[in-house]
């Protein structure tokens, strides 16, 4: 078969069953993880407790040496498909360059399922937990902002954000999500409890995603979509396993996102928009009146603020950026004319 005629769309429905594959080969894994011994449960909700115990060289060289070359070698591909070809080229066919990319990240997927098998360790037992949250919400936080255009950032209506500005995001948004997701990967070790099988399937989702640039699948609503949505039940269900009772921070505040701006690029009739305000009018007032305290029902705003406000600092640097940028570019021509 030609490179060509391999269908992007298949891609991603492969995709989504090789996720739930490899859900199954982790919860057979669970078995042989238990000869490991971690730390204790910590009762600092920042610690990230599957870390072992004793940590070995050979577990952090080979997790830092996987993330290190997985991210190098799909960098690698990001360059020179953007080199090669621009948003005139989109294609249905998959190109070589997307067959690497999708290989590359196959290999590295199987390489850590491995290195879990035998060491244990990803890169959390050198690092903070707060770090792959924040740069997974990074990555939510700029799909704002390039979707902008699209749907809207509130309720449909578009905010004005500066062509330059999201142009700058949709170039280099590649980089930048290929590093969250691998980093992600490679900070968690291959365990069965279900925030990980979640987040695994997302991860793997998500670098399918960014194996497909330049086909016309990677712009597809609805594809896109599921990968923004999948954090809810992921961050739902590690807030479970947490046992700090926050989950309804988690599962409400990414809600919150979805009214207030996801679902509005998903061509919904009126009825369905106003069925889903509902419905989440009446569990926030179920949970907040009788499982939690009133007073607690700013956890719903808690996300969506932060998600919101964060884009906003982004666009004021740019700003800032551009205004100095441009300050220095008219002293320096000025000179030159005076010189």
Known sequence: MLVSQLNGERIVNWSLVFSVLLCAAIIALGGLLSQFEIIPLPEDGLVYEWQLLEPTAWGQLTAWLGFALHQVFIWSTIAYAQKRYSK?????????????????????IIL????????????AQDLPSWTAQFAVAL??????????????LFFGKKVKFR???????????????????IYTFWFHPMIPTWGHLI??????????????????????KR???????????HAFQVALNQGNDIWPMFFFGFAAIFLITQMHGLGLKRWVRQAFYSSFLLLALYVYLVMREPHQV??????PLIEYFVLFVMYWIYLAGAFFSSRFRALTSAKTRGG
């Open 88 to 108: 005139r080229d989109y294609q249905t066919g998959l190109r070589p360059v997307n067959l690497w990319a999708i290989g590359i990240n196959f290999v590295f």
């Open 112 to 123: 850590h399922y491995f290195q879990t098998m035998l060491f244990y360790d990803g890169i």
């Open 139 to 152: 990555m939510l936080i700029i799909v704002l902002g390039m979707e902008n255009q699209r749907r809207g």
């Open 163 to 181: 062509k330059a500005f999201t142009d700058g995001l949709r170039r280099y948004h590649g980089y930048f999500f290929s590093f969250a997701v």
């Open 199 to 220: 987040g695994f399937i997302h991860v793997v989702l998500v670098m399918t995603q960014g194996s497909l640039f330049f086909l016309r699948v990677h712009l597809n």
């Open 223 to 233: 594809w896109m979509f599921l990968l923004e949505i999948l954090v809810l039940p």
């Open 298 to 303: 700013n956890e719903v705003i808690r996300i």
